[in-house]
């Protein structure tokens, strides 16, 4: 158990190592265990972490800010339209005074490429460690949660067949960061991992190339396919979701004739028909029902988003409790 993660900026589970991950899922459990039992859980006393939004957001925001209080310290929240940052103020200063005002730096800034070069430059200057709440490249807040929720469900990590698959949304032009973390992570755990995506809504080479590495290094298996009925098939966990062509298209517009010609990329109970029969149906949420997914799946029997998304507190106070608190 790799217990030394004081001090230890979460901007990407890659680098993270498989021992510190599997610290931060222990102490997920024994933190969801003592919540249950109403456990006193004061590891962050009078510690007070800025959490900096760029974007909306009601289950990070609200996960840090309840976990940091229930774990003894504040939150402080911050909507960037209202700091100097929009004024043109540089991640440097913000980074460098936030930091001297309290422990912790968390941030979420999903701008394509730029929100991940905010973050590293908010970790190069700031004295405290910082988190990453959602860029345009990663979620490991969400990716965390999602693997603690499959632990909880499956009780076993290696050889489930996980598929992620695009699926159809207008409720937004959405970040590719949680896709792209669930590719780099799974695999790592021994998963048999299938993406599948209309051609446009590519991930970047080198994630490709790094899921691959992942899989080879730890038994896992990971592939690509533009057949979401075969993605579906005999899946253990199904997590379709909408992401933005940003790969491709950097343009901000929703919806575009790329989008429109993949409507039929909807999560049906037709198709979980094809699953496994005990498959779970994931999602990060907000889910744009109707065109993402039917009702009568994400309501349904095989559905574990409300855990999914219950974990993403337990979670975020473990990444706290480690990286704010500790020796
Ligand atoms: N899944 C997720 O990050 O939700 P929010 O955008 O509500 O924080």
Redesign the pocket.
Known sequence: METQLKGKDFITLEEWTKDEIDTLLEVSFDLKKKFAMGVPTPYLRDKTAFLMFFE??????NSMEAGLAQLGGHANFLDTSTMQVSHGEVAKDTGIILGSYGHGLACRNCVWEVGNKYLRSLAEHAKVPVMNL?CDLY?PM?GIADLMTIIEKKKAKSNLKVSIIWAYATSHKKPISVPLTQTLLFPRYGMDVTLAYPEGYEMPDWVIEKARKNAEANNGQFKITHDQDEAYRDADIVIPKNWGSWVSNQADDVIDDLLEANKDWKCTEERMALADDDVMYMH???ADRGNEVEDSVIDGPHSIVYTEAENRLHTAKAVMTLNMGGK
């Open positions: 909306q957001s009601t289950r990070t925001r959602q979620h969400q990060a949420l907000p």
